[in-house]
């Protein structure tokens, strides 16, 4: 369970990028973040995973308020936290096994890290998300020499890999032909069911989110201005998200 109280971010520069934000997440859910750019919705995920620090407020998971974290138990939290990015972050003149295997890093001291010195059940884990995506023909292929859509599926394997909790997808659509997104977003919803683990997307496609998603979170303006399943999305309500006519929750 994720609890969200009061989440605020004001940025160095003065922008406000969330305004007292409050959101509950069982276990297991699949959401679709929706709203438009610059509304709130990376910050909001980046806060739970601690890329960036609130500014006030608590979230709580799994018992824990992790805005309190530090040091070594801000690393342990993170292991738990699959994050795919937009614009893949992976080491492109490394292989695909190699760019999967850093999903084990969390697990192990720094130094067996950087020397690569994973054991047989990181390999054969690493090997199975690998096939998971599709993927089990490019493992010793570097990912430079990838297509994008290939990148994103190997950041989702990379993901896997840390066996977490959360997954969080920050528009991982964005960068890739539309064509792809029913791939990248059908590997996150397999994962989703496969082993329960909870999945937030931001999604700036609507259909998207109306095919993959059951509940809906929307953010306009650095507030959440709507928390409700996916079939309460009508037209009317669209437009008021999308313009910032809703009040906020």
Known sequence: MISVKNLSKTFPDGTQAL????????DGDFIAIIGLSGAGKSTFLRCLNRLNNPS???IVVNGQN???????????????VGFIFQQFNLVTRLSVLDNVLSGRLG????????????????????????????????ELTRVDSLSGGQQQRVAIARAMTQKPQLILA????????????????????DYNEEQGV???VNIHVLELAKRYAK???????????????????????????????????
């Open 107 to 138: 697990y192990h001291p720094t130094w067996q890290g950087m020397l690569g010195l994973f054991n047989d059940e990181d390999k054969q884990l690493a090997k199975n998300n690998i096939k998971k995506v599709g993927l089990e023909e490019k």
């Open 19 to 26: 305004k007292n934000v409050s959101v509950e997440i069982p």
């Open 170 to 189: 920050d528009e991982p659509m964005a960068s890739l032909d539309p064509r792809l997104s029913d791939v990248i977003l059908g590997l996150l919803k």
């Open 56 to 58: 006030q407020g608590q």
């Open 198 to 200: 909870t999945v937030l």
């Open 215 to 249: 509940r809906v979170l929307a953010f306009n303006k650095g507030e959440l201005v709507f928390d409700g399943p996916v079939t309460a999305l009508d037209s009317a309500l669209e437009e008021d998200i999308y313009s910032g006519s809703l009040e906020a929750l």
């Open 66 to 80: 992790i805005v309190s974290l530090r040091g070594r138990n801000l690393q342990k939290y993170r292991r738990t």
